[in-house]
Each structure stands twice: as C-alpha cells, then as structure tokens.
C-alpha cells in the first residue's frame, strides 16, 4: 500500500500539485485497504493523510503510513478545510454539485485542478498478488460454470440460472462482480439481456455472462452453450465468434494496439457475413472493478502494456433468432498472453 501512495505522489508532483484529493471509495481502498462507506485521501509529494468519520475512527487509526484526520460535522466543509494550494480532484469522479461546494468553501486558499485518472494509470498495471486474487476468482467462476451445466439448463427459467449462480458466489464468500446474464433463445440476441422468467427449452443456445468478486478483485467470463442439436446458422454462428476468439487472443501482447486486436476479431466475423451484428467493443480491462482501462474496441486509443487484465469478447448477435459471445480473462505479457485465467471450455458443449 506504501508504494502505491508513493507512485501516486510521484504522479501528483509531475502535475506540479500540492495534493490530490481522493474520494472515489475504489481509489482509497487501492491506496489504503480502507473499505468502509465513507473516506478519503489527500495525496502530496511529501504528505499522506486518510480522511473519515467517527464511525470508522478506530480502524483508520490502524492504516500504516497515513495521518488520519477524523471530520467532526459537515463532511464536504471538513474535506475543505484541509485543502490548499493547487489541488487535484477527481473530475471523472465528482460530481459537478460536490466540486462546486468545495470551490465555495475553499475560495481564495486553494485551485481546484481536474486531475481524474491518476490513482486509475496505477491500477491499470496489475502486481503478482493482484493477479492471483483475479485468478482466484476467474477460479471461483470457472467452478460456478461448471456445477451449473452439470445441473443442467433445460427447464429451468434464465432468473433461477442467475439466482443459482449469485448464491454460489455467496456460500463460497464472493459476490457477483455485476449481475450475472442469462439470455436464452432470442434473448440471445440481447448482449445485456436481463434474465427473466423466460424457460429455457430445448435445441437453443444460452449466452451466461458473470463473474465473481472476491478479496477486492473481479473476474469476468462468457460462455455459450447449446440445450441440444442446433439451426445451422447458429451452429455456425458460435464456430466464427469462437474462432474469433482465438484470432484475437493470438495476437494480445505488449505494446499492441487495442484497436488492432479488436479488427483481428471484427475482420473475422465480417468475412463470414455478420459484421453488422457484433456492435460492441472487443474487450476491457478488469480489476477492482470489472471494467477498468484499456478498452479494446475501434475507437480505442490505448496500447496494450504487460501486467494488463484484459477480457477478449467478441460476439455475434441474430435479433430475434439467437446470439452468442465467447469471453476470456487474460493477463497480457511481453511477448503474448502470460496466461488465460478463463479455464472452462470454449468448444460447443451441450448442458440440457
């Protein structure tokens, strides 16, 4: 945690700040290990101090490196009350009342600097233990996926498939890093689909989408499966998404472009006929929170750096008929993928 702050305050003096001041609850528990309802950090060259209230006075007092400063009444009013000089905020962060009531209160003592993005540049790159607790819970969902065909899909509606899986999360300590998708049939189609009370028949194909999160880390993963004998067009439909799939993970490495990986996946499935039906982007980072930097898509300008935790997830969705996505957690190495954290099957398998 020491050596985070001190990258960020790196970070804060090449802004030429006197601090930056930490209120996203995901960047303080980066910076701290601090997970309570209500904190903050103000970061300087030279200075650390950890903000909160009298609810968690006790467990603050026990953050190593950190001055701590417990706010007695009004929380914005104390936050200003420790501001001066030219100070950072989290502009993609804060919303546009909170900054303008800490302008009020610190009017001719300090200079509001947007500085979103600083604490968000040192998660992007994760560390070996940060990797090891996203594997845990890629781990975690793998095991999920698992129980979950071997109970079978068939007759059951997308909201219990769901439900099931949330409360196996649960039992083994996790939670849901979002709210799982089951789409079956048409809702396919839906990359977003809400599950519903919709059963689950026969000879179609069912895209579950979840993941876990488990000691602060995310996991997220995609599978397609088949409830028995299929169409044609969607038996081929999952041969070129998988395909895709494994094109694009080939070509993940250091130093690559996001948007060119997201063109090996889209060409594919362009040469097949359906580049009007996958619509979103390639891929995303994944960490504390399930979608972080980079972002692989068309429009993306990042470039991909070792130690990144990226999900490569092309897919193709037929409105009305099916759809089907196949997504990997990976973690990006010098040369190629360092090693896929997605370990459940991508071949067609059948889960009646």
């Known amino acids: 945690m020491s050596d985070r702050a001190d990258r960020l305050a790196e970070s804060v003096a090449g802004r030429a700040l006197d601090s930056l001041l930490v209120t996203s609850l995901v960047n303080v528990e980066y910076l701290t290990g601090f997970n309570g309802s209500n904190g903050a950090c103000l970061v300087g ?11 968690y006075a006790e467990r603050a007092s026990q953050l190593e490196g950190w001055e701590v400063e417990v706010v007695s009444g009004e929380w914005l009013a104390g936050l200003a009350g420790q501001l001066f000089g030219r100070v950072g905020i989290e502009d993609d962060k804060v919303t546009v009342r909170t900054a303008r009531k800490l302008e009020e209160a610190t009017a001719g003592r300090c200079e509001l600097i ?18 090891a607790a996203i594997a845990a819970a890629a781990e975690l969902t793998d ?18 498939v769901a439900a099931y899986a949330v409360a196996r999360m649960r039992e083994q300590g996790a939670e849901p890093s979002f709210a799982p998708i089951v789409a079956a049939g048409p809702n396919g189609a839906l990359p977003h689909a809400v599950p519903g009370p919709r059963e689950i028949v026969r000879g179609e194909l069912v895209v579950i989408d979840m993941g876990s999160r488990l000691d602060g880390y995310c996991s ?31 070509e993940v490495a250091a130093g690559r472009s996001a948007s060119e990986i997201d063109e090996v996946a889209r060409g594919v499935i362009k040469e097949a006929g359906y580049g009007e039906f996958f619509g979103h982007g390639l891929g995303h980072g994944v960490g504390m929170e399930v979608h972080e930097a980079p972002r692989l898509g068309p429009r993306s300008d990042d470039v ?26 990976v973690v990006v190495g010098e040369a190629a993928v360092e090693r896929n954290l997605s370990a459940h099957p991508k071949a067609l398998i059948h889960a009646d």
């Open 45 to 55: 060259p030279d200075s650390r101090t950890f903000l909160t209230d009298f609810r």
């Open 114 to 131: 947007d500085a979103g993005g600083l604490v968000e540049a040192l998660r992007r790159v994760k560390g070996e233990a940060e990797v």
């Open 143 to 160: 095991e999920i996926y698992a129980e979950t065909f071997e109970r079978g899909l068939t007759g059951r509606t997308e909201a219990e």
């Open 220 to 250: 997220d993963c995609t599978r397609t499966v088949a409830t028995g004998d299929l169409s044609d067009e969607a038996a081929e439909i999952y041969a070129v998404t998988l395909e895709a799939n494994q094109l694009a993970l080939a």
């Open 304 to 329: 991909l750096l070792a130690g990144d935790v990226v999900t490569v997830e092309p897919g193709i969705y037929l409105p009305g008929r099916c759809g089907v996505r196949i997504e990997d957690l």
